[in-house]
């Protein structure tokens, strides 16, 4: 089966604490993208890393 892959800011948080969220989220959400053609045999898992990289980018857009 497919698994369905979230990534929270928490991690981020507690690696990084005090740190700006927007470079990190930027690359992530870059990497996400980068990761849909990787993962063409399974839909549920390309709309998950869709959604993350869509999330990542509202998050980058709303801190600036």
């Known amino acids: 089966g497919c698994t369905v892959i979230f990534v929270t800011h928490s991690v981020f948080e507690s690696v990084f604490p005090g740190a700006s969220r927007s470079p990190a989220a930027t690359l992530s959400a870059l990497l996400f993208f980068a990761m849909l053609p990787l993962h063409d045999d399974c ?15 509202v998050a980058v857009d709303d801190e600036g």
Do not use: E, G
């Open 43 to 57: 839909r549920t898992r390309q709309s998950a890393l869709l959604a993350n990289a869509m999330r990542l980018f």
